[in-house]
């Protein structure tokens, strides 16, 4: 089975501008999670999608969005940039028995 | 609520065995437990169930009290290989999975 895959890997944007990052799950999984991971802060639960709904959501601001579609795959968005959002972000796809795989992450620059 | 783990990091030469604690101020349900590399993605290692269930992997193994509201890491006869940082993740009753700042795992050869 291919395993969770995120694009792009390395991503460089200025502060102000928006950024869409995207998910693709394990094949059958329905539930996609996003973290957000910075040195100070470790890994930090942004939101989670199962079914093309949000079932849970972290504590964020408003910025931060994501949706799921139909094949599971799942986009996160960060609109109006700052330079803290500079952070890896991660997706991981979960299976029935709660077990999470990870992606590889993309890394966001904001300058 | 963040799951408090312990100790922060560990230098442990190759063979010695290591423990790491991961512990939450409210009832657990169950606890997972992640390996991460550096410049890796966390990698699954094992989830633990409400019952105490001691579950293990190769020389790792995990045990849950729930009571204690605590779950514990063994490593035993640590290899290089199991350097990187450790997460322990509590999910809360909507399965929202919050993590704990990591532990960091060195072996020396």
């Known amino acids: 089975k291919a395993g969770v895959t995120q694009t792009p890997r390395y991503l460089i944007k200025t502060r102000g501008q928006q950024v869409t990052l995207s998910c693709s799950p394990i094949?059958?999984?329905?539930?996609v999670s996003w973290y957000q991971q910075t040195p100070g802060q470790g890994l930090q639960f942004l939101f989670e999608?199962?079914?093309?709904?949000?079932?849970n959501k972290g504590n964020f601001p408003g910025r931060f969005s994501g949706r799921q579609f139909s094949n599971s795959r799942s986009e996160m968005n960060v609109s109006t940039l700052e330079l803290g959002d500079s952070a890896l972000y991660l997706c991981?796809?979960?299976?029935?028995?709660?077990?999470?795989?990870f992606g590889p992450g993309t890394r966001l620059t904001v300058t | 609520q963040q799951p408090v783990q312990s100790p922060q990091a560990v230098i442990l030469r190759e063979g010695e065995d290591a423990v790491i604690n991961c512990s939450s101020s409210k009832a657990l349900y169950s606890v997972h437990w992640y390996r991460q590399k550096h410049g890796e993605a966390p990698v699954f290692l094992m989830i633990l169930l409400k019952g105490g269930e001691q579950k293990g992997h190769e020389k790792i193994s995990a045990s849950f009290n729930e009571k204690k509201q605590q779950s514990s890491l063994y490593l035993t006869a640590s290899q290089l290989s199991y350097s990187g940082t450790y997460f322990c993740?509590?999910?809360?009753?909507?399965?929202?999975?919050?993590f704990g700042k990591g532990t960091r795992l060195h072996i020396l050869p």
């Open positions: 991981a796809s979960m299976d029935l028995a709660y077990e999470q795989y």
């Open positions: 993740g509590t999910p809360g009753r909507d399965d929202k999975i919050i």
């Open positions: 999608y199962f079914s093309e709904t949000q079932r």
């Open positions: 094949s059958g999984h329905r539930s």
